[in-house]
């Protein structure tokens, strides 16, 4: 069944979704239009706004349920995973959000991330990655390149970096999606993608923090380079990219690597690696492009499978008894086992 | 040769043997058989943390206590007044607290030379008069079975294992027990292996009818039905008794019961129980970590649900930041901590009462919550179900202490009936549809907020962990604002003591000393006062079963002593709070060894305090 598919009394407005709290982010944090956008999606899903829960850990993104006129629960730190799960299971109708950060769902909550994802609870998990830490005021995160600078290494970080969607498929994640903060149109798509999936969603977010970590993702946002270093990602077509479309990615034995194309080129469209969402190994290939300075960032849906979900299993579970053992009897089950009667 | 029959009170049993030789459930198989009889009873399983330990090792070494009696009983009993041993290693560990004259029933087969290495015996006891203070009934069940299987074409292996059996019935003949119930249980677990069952019941019927002919088995006993209260009764563990507990609770309170939770010894088995009622749609959830285990309780709570998760004190230190969520969040929510050995790891599968201070303490910031404890096995159902109406009453988290003692000791257990269980009604919004909500406005009586559900049209809201304004629920760093929460959410528990039964004193009403208790300490102190009160000794004795608050009435009650008594598994984590809050002086009794106290100690104590 899908998600809370009911017919809608009346059309939600993005303005159903604001609360009435001021936002606190910094001026110019990426956080705004992921905010923006999230809320000019959740209208148009069909879901009764009392469906929907947003529920986050620690960090700037954790903030995110306070600003939504929805059910919210601000959580501690790296847990939202976990109170999400909660939530889902005790109650399946309702649309789970999970906010979180790279520090929140990757360092200190990343047990419960990565169990989540095994699991394929039906909920949806947006990341916002700055790859720093922002609220505590600018410490390295878990996804901060090699050899950062910051407060805590001021020599540089010693940390070899977790990659987001790599983590994520390694954890068989059901579903695994990225975008970037400067993208809205592209994100929205991949919010509706990401409810739509029946099973955990992961959508990793590119996010600028203006105050800590400024800049880290100008190669993908610039608007003169942008071209050359985005791959937008659509199923079952050619992996094309750059300002002329004359780019592509060719795989070479197990080596993706970016090819010109053209009409002197040696490389035609043909020679192209193909889109196939359901691969779990072109994911895979597509999820090491991260950090890699030769090869363009994919964004849009890296991968996308149909698994069994857990709160239905779970319920199934509890039909099922019921049909073996009865429904639950409290003075039956109180008296099982050998019994006597003192008069 | 004629065999007498004689008639005693009161029976203290302990089974000995390796890891692998099946003492909890021969144990297990003579309480219920005990319990049919209609005795009143009390078990202690002790075993090893190790799963098996080498063979023969005194470290392998696995028992399980069971004293029965025609009257009242509170406690598992002092010394055994039976050892079964089924290997040296299991007579040299438990010879020493078998009462003097005591009977010993050993398989013979196992004094080998290279068991009675292991087992660090220089001579085989069983030859150089080391016993002679006993009664000693050497027995070769190994061969016995043997023979008794004989025709059966199964494996020695098969048939060795079934000596625990053959041991079981000497013991059913030795003390009158019918065999059925356990044929029926043997018949009913391995349905899918006749040849078990046969092989099983073989060495039963064996054991029984050597008792019943060989000539050096001259006496046999009958220990009569105990008149308890009128009721229906069931044998219970306390890890069971909570399990039911809960799920009573979600039945009275008509909320589905959500159990988050992370396998640990001694609290497993609340777990594995709760899994099996699914039919209740009972939402049973085995988390990653102990994190996640009371984080995703903390969830279902938000989305409606009764929610619970159980550890034990290593677990409860790492739900110790959620645990302050539920608190700031004010769901309502049920810890259980079956208590053990610690700190660290410990001794993880003893028990202990050193989690009090825990339990009270144990958050950042102030962080009140309601804490009560369990007293005996069949106790931890009240326990439970009081915690879930307190909880879902107060909207707060409540911590339930029972012990790895309570939890997989038994007793009989009077069932109780659904319909006098009092309905629980949760403390959801009641306004109309025009009401605003407000989260964090609060009932005037109990202080509780107002619990939605996500889901209900209208009252869409957010909670969290960081400080609220009062009312509106809005996250608020006003000094004046906290300093308001902080006592509100301290007064809101404090009123939990208007839920609270009045202190009862049990035996002397006044005069010379007192015994205050907690836990499952009542069981020995109880014992003790009987037996100092036959002695004419101006002794009570006062049981708290909450912790936090305590009741309104003990300041009087302590006046009325002398002396105070405060017997603890710890090193007087209750002593140190009655000394800070009634500015009293009690004497303390602590004896930290991963076991229940003896009835004797507390005696002992009394007697040096009273002179
Ligand atoms: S610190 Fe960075 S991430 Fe946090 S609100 Fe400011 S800009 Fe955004």
Known sequence: ?343 | MPKTLKHIDDVTIRFAGDSGDGMQLTGDRFTSATAIIGNDLSTLPDYPAEIRAPAGSLAGVSAFQLHFSSQEIFSPGDNPDVLVAMNPAALKVHLKELTRGGIIIVNTASFTAKNLKLAQYETNPLDDKSLRDYVVYPVDMSRLVAHACEDMGITTKTVERTKNMFALGVLYWMYNRPMDTTIKWLKQKFAKKPEIVEANTRALQAGFNYGSTNRIFTTNYKVDAAKLNPGTYRNISGNQATALGLVAASVRANLPLFYGSYPITPASDILHHLAGFRNFKVKTFQAEDEIAGITSAIGAAFAGSLAATGTSGPGVALKTEAMGLAVMTELPLVIVNVQRGGPATGLPTKTEQADLFQALYGRNGEAPIPVISARSPGDCFAAAFEAAQVALKYMTPVMVLTDGYVGNGSEPWIIPNVADLPEIKPNFFQGDEDEAFLPYKRNPDTLARDWVAPGTPGREHRIGGLEKEDGSGNVNYDPENHHKMVTLRDEKIKRVVEDIRPCRIIGEQEGDLLILTWGSTRGAARAALQKLLKEGKSVGHMHLRWLNPLPQDLGGILDKFEKILIPEINLGQLAQIIRARYLKEPHQLNLVRGRPFLTREIMDKVNELTG
């Open chain 1, 1 to 343: 069944m899908a998600k809370n598919e009911t017919t809608m009394e009346k059309q939600l407005t993005r303005m159903d979704f604001a609360s009435d709290q001021v936002v606190k982010w910094c001026p110019g944090c990426g956080d705004y239009s992921i905010l923006a956008q999230v809320q000019k999606v959740f209208p148009t899903l069909g879901i009764p706004k009392e469906n929907y829960v947003v529920i986050s850990g620690i960090g700037c993104s954790s903030r995110f349920p306070y600003y939504m006129d929805t059910y919210g629960f601000h959580g501690i730190h790296g847990r939202a995973a976990a109170i999400a799960t909660g939530v889902k299971l005790a109650n399946p109708e309702l649309s789970v959000w999970i906010v979180t950060g790279d520090g929140d769902s990757m360092s200190i909550g990343g047990n419960h991330f990565i169990h989540l994802l095994r699991r394929n609870v039906d909920v949806n998990i947006l990341l916002f990655n700055n790859r720093i830490y922002g609220l505590t005021k600018g410490q390295y995160s878990p996804t901060s390149p090699l050899g950062k600078v910051t407060k805590s290494t001021p020599m540089g970080s010693l940390d070899h970096p977790f990659n987001p969607p790599a983590l994520a498929l390694g954890a068989d994640a059901s579903f695994v999606a990225r975008t970037i903060d400067k993208e809205p149109k592209h994100m929205q798509e991949i919010i509706k993608r990401s409810h739509k999936h029946h099973g955990t969603s992961f959508l990793e977010i590119y996010q600028n923090c203006l105050i800590f970590n400024d800049g880290e993702f100008d190669r993908y946002t610039d608007k003169d380079k942008k071209a050359d270093n985005v791959l937008t990602l659509e199923h079952g077509k050619p992996m094309i990219f750059g300002k002329n479309k004359d780019k592509g990615i060719h795989l070479a034995g197990n080596n993706p690597r970016v090819v010109s194309i053209g009409a002197e080129g040696q490389w035609s469209v043909d020679d192209l690696l193909v889109h196939d969402e359901h691969d779990w190994i072109i994911a895979s290939i597509l999820s090491h492009f991260t950090y890699r300075e030769d090869l363009p960032t994919p964004i849009g849906v890296l991968y996308a499978k149909a698994q069994s979900v857990y709160e239905e299993l779970l319920d199934d579970q509890c039909h099922q008894a019921v049909k073996l053992y009865g429904k639950g009897d409290l003075q039956k089950l109180m008296s099982e086992g050998d019994t006597w009667v003192v008069k």
